[in-house]
């Protein structure tokens, strides 16, 4: 069984620059989660999708990230502008539904300059 | 915000040896899992043990949960060097929802 792919896994940006991150659940996954990594700390939850739609949004600083999930499959990830403190790795979650145990990607590495 | 705090911050210990790494929750919780990620990796599903359960084990590894006292520990018995990494307490606060993590131990096993 494949796991959960990201892409890219390395991204360098400057500040104020976009930048995008795309993920490919687990088959069969219909729950999604994208969590920020800072380093030294653990995971935290940014959005967590339920198929299509958004289950839990509340973390996400929506003036400048957005995220989405069309179709109920892979998702997309944006941070427009990039701000230095958005320096992360950002990891993709999937899980099946209503299951606890999650599923991780390999997680993009940004560093915003 | 961050459900838990892990304790100890990093460990050290030699090949051979158990390690013992607690975690400390705020909420009410209906599981509590442990990850492990190594350097670089995304994070590894290790075990999970539901609010009604006490103890649970996995191979080499025993989890503990007290609800009274909001706590958790992870034993890893006779450690490898491959088991060099961080390790990360979640917790569940319903089925299939959002996990909160802990800042994370990370364990060094020298051989």
């Known amino acids: 069984e494949a796991g959960v792919a990201q892409s890219p896994r390395y991204k360098i940006i400057e500040k104020r620059q976009s930048v995008a991150f795309w993920c490919n659940p687990i088959s069969g996954h219909a729950t999604l989660y994208w969590y920020q990594q800072i380093l030294g700390q653990g995971p935290k939850l940014l959005i967590q999708?339920?198929?299509?739609?958004?289950?839990?949004d509340s973390q996400l600083p929506k003036d400048r990230f957005s995220a989405e999930r069309l179709k109920g499959v892979d998702s997309t990830l944006k941070i427009q502008p990039a701000k230095l403190e958005d320096s992360a790795v950002y990891l993709c979650a999937s899980s099946l539904w209503g299951v606890e145990t999650q599923y991780f990607g390999p997680g993009t590495r940004l560093l915003v300059l | 915000s961050q459900q838990g705090e892990e304790d100890p911050q990093a460990l050290s210990i030699q090949e051979g040896e158990n390690a013992t790494m607690n975690c400390s929750y705020k909420?009410?919780?209906?599981?509590l899992q442990w990850y492990r990620q190594n350097s670089g990796r995304g994070l590894v599903h290790l075990i999970l043990?539901?609010?009604?359960?006490r103890e649970k084990h996995s191979g080499r590894l025993r989890v503990t949960l007290d609800t009274s006292k909001k706590s958790s520990s992870l034993l890893i018995t006779a450690s490898r060097a491959a088991d060099t990494a961080s390790y990360f307490c979640a917790t569940g606060e319903n089925q299939g929802g959002k996990l909160i993590f802990g800042q994370g131990t990370e364990l060094s096993v020298k051989p």
């Open positions: 909420t009410s919780i209906n599981n």
């Open positions: 043990i539901r609010s009604n359960e």
């Open positions: 999708f339920q198929n299509n739609g958004v289950v839990d």
